[in-house]
């Protein structure tokens, strides 16, 4: 979804985007002819809304557009008029369980098995969560071309192997749940630290990754995974009223004001992590739930359990090597034994391409360097990151950063 359209689509109108698709699938089939038609809609939704209103009811609305184009486009095919005939009287509003129904049924027709895992997801996010190929590039450290081409070719592979849309039995949610899972992770991590736009946090992203993820769990409740998945979900979103100032910059999670984390959600979250670890064997999501409910048991940010949260970090890198979770380890090792620990672990991580592309080990670096009292070298290193951050609020924040540090070094002249 590019920036215009998140300025149009609240979390409400977001939601119907996927049950759209859902329904041109259920109809005409052609996932990739199906999802196009419904990018159409939404582009046409970006002109004509800010212009007329919002519709009284945005997914008719989309559903009737999206309907239009996917018959302009086959048009001349004999065999689609056909079931357009046949499939005349069908209700184009449906009913809430429908829907819902419909939401859960598209991730797993996306996570078909005869598509490799990472291109299950790629598709996933983009026909049931709505990114954009940008959006799921970055998820993926990739680069935008490649990650285009493996969208594309997951909806033919799919519309040439045969879509098995419709009920959904647990034999196939068990089967598919994986690359389920993974593709809400990535959803929610879109929304809690955005690859681009104006906003510091999608809020609408991370509350229909959280709405999917619950329908997940209720359709597998005695999955550990789901569970576990569930529990780092709540516990970071209870942190979102504190995660951005009143000029809706970001805050940093030891300066945030820990009265406005959201205590039910603290507690749900905490309690479905318990139970993700008692149930099962250490997973990469389970660890993750459980550096949440770490975070969350801290009633400030002196009073955070920094030597348990590496020890977590240091299970987390065994189980899933990988990036995200060695600069995560880096920022614990910087907390639990100083920052010059902290640079050193960083050090380690500088010739890593993809974290290289990003703004995020720098940011980290920065951090670390101004608590080892080496300023000058943090306001470059804060300054760029700041060139590379792709979100605006997060690239204020970071200039914001390299500033202070200046104004204090002037200060000592």
Same mark, same amino acid.
């Given at each position: 979804?590019?920036?215009?359209?998140d300025?149009?689509?609240?979390?409400n109108?977001?939601?119907v985007?996927?049950?759209v698709?859902?329904?041109?699938?259920?109809?005409?089939?052609?996932?990739a %002819?199906?999802?196009?038609?419904?990018?159409e809609?939404?582009?046409?939704a970006?002109?004509?809304?800010?212009?007329?209103?919002?519709?009284?009811?945005p997914?008719?609305?989309l559903?009737?557009?999206?309907?239009r184009?996917?018959?302009?486009?086959?048009?001349?095919d004999v065999?689609?008029?056909?079931?357009?005939?046949?499939d005349?009287?069908?209700?184009?509003?449906?009913?809430?369980?429908?829907?819902?129904? %419909?939401?859960l049924?598209?991730?797993?027709?996306?996570?078909?098995?005869v598509?490799q895992?990472a291109?299950?997801?790629?598709?996933?996010?983009?026909?049931?969560?709505?990114?954009?190929?940008?959006?799921?590039?970055a998820?993926f450290?990739?680069?935008?071309?490649?990650?285009?081409?493996r969208?594309?070719?997951?909806k033919?592979?799919?519309?040439?192997?045969?879509? %098995?849309?419709?009920?959904?039995?647990?034999?196939?949610?068990r089967e598919?749940?994986?690359?389920?899972?993974?593709?809400?992770?990535?959803?929610?991590?879109?929304?809690?630290?955005?690859?681009?736009?104006?906003?510091?946090?999608?809020?609408?992203?991370?509350?229909?990754?959280?709405r999917?993820?619950?329908?997940l769990h209720?359709?597998?409740?005695?999955?550990?995974?789901?569970?576990?998945?569930l529990?780092?979900?709540?516990?970071t979103?209870?942190?979102?009223e504190?995660?951005?100032?009143?000029?809706?910059?970001?805050?940093?999670?030891p300066?945030?004001d820990?009265?406005?984390?959201?205590a039910?959600?603290?507690a749900?979250?905490?309690?479905?992590?318990?139970q993700?670890?008692?149930?099962?064997?250490?997973?990469?999501?389970?660890?993750?739930?459980?550096?949440?409910?770490?975070?969350?048991?801290?009633?400030d940010a002196?009073s955070?359990?920094?030597?348990?949260?590496?020890?977590?970090?240091d299970?987390?890198?065994?189980?899933?090597?990988?990036p995200?979770?060695?600069?995560?380890?880096?920022?614990a090792?910087?907390?639990?034994r100083?920052?010059?620990?902290?640079?050193?672990?960083?050090?380690?991580l500088e010739?890593?391409?993809r974290l290289?592309?990003?703004?995020?080990?720098?940011?980290?670096?920065?951090?670390?360097?101004?608590?080892?009292?080496?300023?000058d070298?943090?306001?470059?290193?804060?300054a760029?990151?700041?060139?590379?951050?792709?979100?605006?609020?997060?690239?204020?924040?970071?200039?914001?950063?390299a500033?202070?540090?200046e104004?204090?070094?002037?200060?000592?002249?």
């Amino acid at each position: 979804m590019n920036g215009r359209l998140d300025t149009i689509f609240d979390a409400n109108i977001r939601a119907v985007i996927p049950l759209v698709t859902a329904a041109l699938v259920r109809r005409y089939g052609g996932l990739a %002819d199906c999802e196009d038609a419904v990018q159409e809609a939404l582009l046409e939704a970006s002109v004509s809304w800010p212009k007329t209103g919002v519709p009284r009811d945005p997914r008719a609305w989309l559903l009737t557009v999206a309907r239009r184009r996917y018959i302009d486009a086959v048009r001349a095919d004999v065999a689609r008029q056909a079931r357009e005939e046949r499939d005349a009287t069908l209700d184009l509003v449906g009913g809430a369980a429908t829907a819902q129904d %419909d939401s859960l049924a598209m991730l797993v027709l996306c996570c078909h098995p005869v598509l490799q895992p990472a291109s299950r997801v790629a598709l996933t996010l983009r026909a049931v969560c709505g990114l954009s190929t940008a959006q799921i590039a970055a998820a993926f450290y990739a680069t935008e071309a490649t990650m285009a081409q493996r969208i594309t070719r997951a909806k033919r592979t799919i519309d040439e192997t045969g879509r %098995d849309f419709g009920e959904l039995s647990p034999a196939m949610l068990r089967e598919r749940a994986e690359s389920v899972r993974t593709a809400l992770y990535l959803m929610f991590n879109e929304g809690y630290a955005p690859s681009g736009g104006e906003l510091p946090v999608h809020g609408e992203l991370i509350g229909e990754s959280i709405r999917l993820t619950r329908l997940l769990h209720a359709a597998l409740p005695s999955d550990v995974e789901t569970t576990a998945l569930l529990a780092l979900m709540l516990l970071t979103d209870a942190r979102t009223e504190a995660r951005t100032d009143a000029d809706g910059l970001p805050v940093a999670l030891p300066d945030q004001d820990r009265s406005l984390w959201n205590a039910d959600k603290l507690a749900e979250g905490r309690a479905l992590a318990a139970q993700a670890l008692a149930e099962g064997p250490a997973t990469p999501l389970s660890i993750q739930a459980a550096l949440g409910a770490v975070h969350a048991a801290a009633a400030d940010a002196d009073s955070t359990d920094w030597g348990q949260i590496l020890g977590l970090y240091d299970v987390l890198v065994q189980l899933q090597p990988g990036p995200a979770a060695q600069l995560g380890r880096a920022v614990a090792v910087g907390m639990a034994r100083g920052p010059l620990a902290g640079l050193a672990e960083l050090s380690l991580l500088e010739n890593d391409e993809r974290l290289a592309r990003g703004h995020r080990l720098l940011s980290v670096r920065a951090g670390l360097l101004e608590r080892a009292g080496a300023f000058d070298e943090a306001i470059q290193t804060y300054a760029e990151a700041g060139m590379k951050a792709p979100n605006t609020a997060e690239r204020r924040w970071l200039e914001n950063q390299a500033r202070r540090l200046e104004a204090i070094e002037r200060t000592k002249k």
